[in-house]
């Protein structure tokens, strides 16, 4: 199938003329499938008037309207009678599944049997950028269930020669790591930071445990909470990327950026207007098309979809490690930016605050922020509660100073915003388990806003 750190080198080593080449093959096959066989496309194309035979390379997909989650919701029950987003014919679907539901009803996706081997085969690419391949153990950490990410990964460690261990949660029992001797653990920053402490109350070193990586995906992530992972662990941090919708992207051994699979899936990133394409290297709106091998199927097929989340693209030149796919930089959730008057600043910015080493000899790396204000009020409270070790002997002074150093050096524009007063911030701090978040139901939110 491919060599050691690819998993089809032909393709994930191709030329960048060619790889287009493939990417507009496939746009105009993808263009043709959606008219033939999705009903909502094919109404769509009808009403804003567009002519499929003009859809010819990936430039093209600038003139078709953007849809977005709300659009998903729309056109399926109880507001349709039936899923106008269905693509195949059910008799052909192999599984059916649902996001989580968190900004709505759940959206649902169905998939063929392809749609498996190539969303799958998305995860076996990045399996085996990280280094990963057979004799490897790893411990899938997140659920199984209607969403896709375990089951995906699951099939790629068939597809790559990999032994998986199903636990589904990060609170699986520490015998697992004595009795199976697992190497890698897939799971979110927070979950990989709980599994460490619960690793040293039952007496195992973290760094003795036998885990040579770790794979952090479900949530954007600072680059000092990796390191502090990395440290907490002693092994190599890797980042993926992905969601019901098809965009499973993810590093390689050089961290310079998460490879996106072109030939299955096309990325554009929009301006806020979106009605361009933003140049590389500045942040933007990511737009997906799930792209389909000539003659493939699919269950429910995406052009032109809005995310909700921002990245930009590190490069398109070759990688060090071969791979010839763009890189973009962490996608961060459009739904976790916040605004102080007109300037922004996202989740991921307060949480590199958070993680300094000089911060990480007291706090546990649990934290939450709440922002209030309002329009009768000239400023906006930014409230952050850290989790500490040892509240008493805790340097309140050294982490305030270090959390505002390192927040204002990413995001600089704001820091005139705190001088002038119209950005106040307070941190509190907690022993272990008195945040609010461990109240709360479900996945918490890291960042509230209450103005």
Request: charged share 25%; with cysteine; net charge neutral.
């Amino acid at each position: 199938m491919g060599s050691i750190g690819f998993f089809r080198k032909a393709i994930e080593t191709m030329p960048r003329d060619d790889l287009d080449a493939v990417i507009d093959e496939r746009v105009r096959y993808t263009i043709q499938y959606a008219n033939d066989n999705s009903p909502f496309y094919r109404k769509w194309f009808r009403e804003h008037s567009i002519n499929i035979s003009d859809i010819r390379e990936h430039e093209d997909l600038l003139q078709l309207p953007i849809i977005s989650g709300h659009t998903i919701r729309n056109n399926q029950p109880p507001l349709t009678d039936s899923f106008q987003f269905l693509s195949a014919k059910m008799n052909e679907i192999y599984t059916i599944h649902e996001t989580s539901g968190t900004t709505g009803n759940p959206k649902a996706f169905f998939l063929t049997w392809q749609d498996w081997l190539r969303y799958s085969e998305k995860y076996a690419r990045i399996f085996r950028s990280y280094g990963i391949s057979k004799g490897d153990r790893v411990v899938v950490c997140a659920s199984y269930g209607m969403n896709v990410g375990a089951n995906m990964m699951t099939l790629a460690a068939r597809r790559t020669g990999t032994t998986i261990i199903p636990a589904g949660k990060c609170t699986f029992p520490i015998r697992i790591i004595r009795n199976y001797k697992p190497t890698v653990v897939i799971g979110s920053v927070f979950k990989l930071i709980r599994l460490a402490r619960r690793l040293e109350a039952d007496g195992i070193d973290p760094k003795e445990s036998g885990i040579e990586r770790l794979v952090v995906g479900g949530e954007s992530f600072a680059e000092a909470s990796r390191k502090y992972l990395s440290t907490l662990w002693d092994c190599e941090v890797y980042n993926t990327y992905g969601s019901t919708e098809g965009t499973m992207c993810g590093e390689c051994v050089a961290k310079a950026g998460l490879h996106v699979p072109e030939d299955l899936i096309h990325m554009d990133l929009y301006n806020p207007r979106m009605d361009q394409f933003v140049p590389d290297g500045e942040y933007g709106r990511i737009i997906l098309t799930k792209l389909l091998p000539v003659g493939e199927r699919c269950g429910t097929l995406l052009i032109n979809y809005d995310t909700e989340d921002a990245t930009a693209v590190v490069s398109r030149e070759k990688c060090s490690c071969g791979r010839t796919s763009l890189r973009i930089k962490t996608p961060e959730r459009e739904g976790e930016r916040f605004f102080v008057e007109d300037l922004s600043f996202n989740r991921v910015d307060i949480e590199r605050g958070v993680f300094q080493p000089d911060n990480m000899q007291y706090l546990t790396g649990e934290y939450e922020a709440f922002l209030y204000g309002g329009r009768e009020t000239d400023s906006t409270v930014l409230r952050v509660s850290l989790e500490c070790t040892d509240p008493a002997n805790t340097d309140i002074s050294l982490i305030q100073e270090t959390f505002r150093k390192a927040f204002f050096r990413f995001k600089p524009e704001l820091r005139e915003s705190y001088i002038n007063g119209s950005l106040e911030m307070l941190f509190h701090f907690t022993g272990p388990g008195e945040l609010e978040l461990y109240k709360v139901q479900g996945r918490p939110k890291r960042v509230v806003d209450r103005r």
